[in-house]
C-alpha cells in the first residue's frame, strides 16, 4: 500500500511538472498582459488607425490588434457597434496580428460617435467609430443630380497618367526621375498650377477630370509612394479649390503596352484566366485610394478605370467573351472596395465603362452595371472620337469635311449608347473623352463638329470631357477659342 501510495505521488509530481512546462511554453507564445510593451491598431494596409468612418447604411470593417500582451477590447455601446471578438493573445512576433471585424448597424437617425477601447497590460489604445446618419446620405449629390449640375468637362491630359517603364534600357538613356513633377511634365505639360485650373474653370468648364496612372509608384507590395499620392491630392484640391467637379481614376495601368517604347505596365487586364491575381491588386490599389480621399466631398468622383483591354491588346471587339465578364468583375470589385472604406465613399457617385471605354454594340452589350448597396450613385462612360478618320489624323484615309455622313455616325452612336445605359440598364451616362484633335483640319469644320456634339448632348441630356488641348498650359493661354465658343452656346 505504502509503495502504491508513493507511486502515485510521483506520476502526480510528474504531471503536475509537465502541467507547468506546458504553461510556460504557452506564455513563451503569448505573454502575460503585465508584459505588454507594444500595442498597435492598424487596417488591412497595415497602417496605424485611431478612426474607423462609416456610411449610413449597415457595414463591417476589418482591424488588427498588433500586441505582445493579451488584450482585452471594450465598445462604448453595443447596441450599434459589434465585435466579432472581445479578447485576444498577444504574440512576441511583431509581425503576427489578432484580426477581428468591426460592425455597425444602419443609422436612420443622425450622425453618432463612439469607441472602442483596447487594453493589453498598462497600455491602452482608442479607436472612435464614426457614423453619418440618413440625414447626411440624403445630402450627397445622386449621379442624375450630378449631370444636371455640370456644364462641359475637360481632361487633364498629357500630366498624371505617364507610363513609362523605368526598368527598361531604353527609357533610362533619357528619362531618369526624381520627383513627381518629373513624372507630370515628361509628356511636355507644364506642372499644374491653381492658374491653370482657375483658366479652366474661367471658360465655363465645371467638371476636370485628372487621369492617374499608378504603377511606376508602387512598391514590391503594391503601396503607393507617399509623395505621389501627396501630388495627386493637390492637384485634386485645386480642381475643387476652382469649384470644378473633379474625376480620378486608374488610366494607364490598363493600356496597351509597347515593349520597345518600355510604356505600360501590362498588369491591369480584362483576363479572365488571370483574374485573382488582378483582382487582388486592383483592389488594393482602390482600396489606397479611397481611403487617403474617403473625407472629400461629394464634388470628387471616382471612375474605376480607363480603356482596359484584354491580354493580346485587341482594341476591337474582343475574340473571347470572357473579356466582358473579367471588366463587370473587376468593376464590381471596384465598387464593394470604395463603399467598403466607408466615410463619404459610401455615397460618392462612381463611374465604370464598358470594355476600352468603346460603344460598339458588342461592348455596349458585353457591359453589365455592378451590383452597389446604395441607389442613384453609379455613372457609365464611353469615349467617342467619332467618325475616327475625323477626330484624329489617319493619313490616306482621312475625313476632311464634317459633312452630313459624319453627323450620320453620331447619330448612330448616341442612339446605342443612350439605348444601353439610360434604357436598358438605367444609368445616368456622360463622354469620359471626345474632341476633333486632328488641329491640321480646318477650324471651320471643326468647330462644326464640336457645335454638333454640343447640340447631342444637350438632346440627350447628358455632358462631354474634351481631351486637353484648346489652352496652351505653358502661357496659360486660349489657342483654340472657336471650338470652346461654338460648344458652350450649344449645349445651353
Known amino acids: 500500500m505504502i509503495k502504491r501510495m508513493k507511486r502515485f505521488i510521483y506520476f502526480f509530481s510528474v504531471v503536475w511538472v509537465l502541467a507547468a512546462a506546458l504553461a510556460l511554453q504557452s506564455c513563451s507564445d503569448s505573454d502575460s498582459t503585465s508584459k505588454a510593451t507594444r500595442l498597435t491598431v492598424t487596417s488591412l494596409d497595415s497602417l496605424e488607425i485611431t478612426q474607423l468612418d462609416f456610411g449610413a447604411t449597415k457595414g463591417t470593417k476589418m482591424i488588427g490588434i498588433n500586441a505582445d500582451g493579451d488584450w482585452d477590447a471594450v465598445v462604448s455601446d453595443t447596441t450599434w457597434i459589434k465585435l466579432s471578438a472581445r479578447a485576444g493573445y498577444g504574440y512576441q512576433l511583431p509581425t503576427r496580428m489578432s484580426w477581428l471585424n468591426v460592425s455597425v448597424t444602419a443609422n436612420e437617425a443622425e450622425a453618432r460617435v463612439g469607441t472602442i ?19 447626411a446620405a440624403d445630402h450627397f449629390i445622386s449621379a442624375p443630380e450630378f449631370l444636371e449640375t455640370v456644364t462641359l468637362g475637360y481632361n487633364l491630359g498629357n500630366t498624371l497618367e505617364s507610363n513609362h517603364d523605368i526598368t527598361n534600357a531604353s527609357v533610362q538613356q533619357w528619362f531618369n526621375p526624381q520627383t513627381p513633377i518629373d513624372w507630370e511634365t515628361c509628356w511636355g505639360q507644364p506642372e499644374t498650377t491653381q492658374e491653370i485650373i482657375d483658366a479652366i474653370a474661367a471658360k465655363g468648364f465645371n467638371l476636370i477630370r485628372v487621369p492617374v496612372t499608378w504603377f511606376p509608384h508602387m512598391d514590391a507590395n503594391d503601396h503607393i509612394d507617399a509623395a505621389w499620392m501627396a501630388r495627386v491630392k493637390q492637384v485634386v484640391d485645386m480642381v475643387l479649390k476652382a469649384g470644378c467637379y473633379c474625376i480620378i481614376n ?4 490598363a493600356s496597351e503596352y509597347d515593349a520597345s517604347r518600355g510604356d505600360g505596365a501590362h498588369w491591369l487586364l480584362a483576363d479572365l484566366n488571370n483574374y485573382e491575381t488582378i483582382s487582388k491588386r486592383f483592389k488594393n490599389l482602390w482600396r489606397q485610394i479611397a481611403e487617403e480621399f474617403q473625407d472629400y466631398n461629394d464634388k470628387l468622383l471616382f471612375e ?49 465603362n464598358p470594355y476600352s471605354a468603346g460603344h460598339t454594340q458588342a461592348k455596349l452589350n458585353g457591359f453589365n452595371a455592378p451590383n452597389d448597396v446604395v441607389a442613384g450613385h453609379i455613372l457609365a462612360t464611353v469615349h467617342s472620337y467619332d467618325p475616327y478618320n475625323f477626330c484624329n489624323d489617319n493619313g490616306e484615309w482621312n475625313i476632311e469635311a464634317f459633312d452630313s455622313s459624319c453627323e450620320k455616325e453620331i447619330d448612330e452612336m448616341f442612339t446605342m449608347v443612350d439605348k444601353r445605359f439610360a434604357q436598358e440598364l438605367g444609368l445616368p451616362y456622360f463622354y469620359g473623352e471626345f474632341g476633333a484633335l486632328d488641329d491640321k483640319k480646318l477650324m ?36 483654340e477659342s472657336e471650338i470652346v465658343e461654338a460648344l458652350f452656346q450649344n449645349i445651353k
Not at 117 to 135: H, W
Not at 326 to 346: H, S, Y
Not at 457 to 471: D, E, Q, S
Open 444 to 479: 471651320a469644320e471643326r468647330v462644326k463638329y464640336a457645335t454638333y456634339m454640343a447640340k447631342k448632348f444637350k438632346a440627350y441630356n447628358t455632358t462631354g470631357l474634351w481631351w486637353m488641348g484648346l489652352l496652351d498650359r505653358k502661357k496659360v493661354e486660349w489657342t
Open 304 to 352: 474605376a478605370v480607363n480603356e482596359i483591354l484584354d491580354e493580346t491588346g485587341n482594341w476591337n471587339n474582343p475574340v473571347n467573351a470572357d473579356a466582358y465578364t473579367a471588366i463587370n468583375k473587376l468593376e464590381q470589385d471596384f465598387v464593394d472596395v470604395v463603399r467598403g472604406t466607408g466615410g463619404n465613399n459610401m455615397y460618392r457617385n462612381l463611374i465604370v
Open 117 to 135: 477601447t483596447i487594453t493589453s497590460g498598462g497600455l491602452t489604445k482608442t479607436v472612435a467609430i464614426n457614423q453619418i446618419g440618413r440625414d
Open 250 to 253: 486608374v488610366h494607364h495601368d
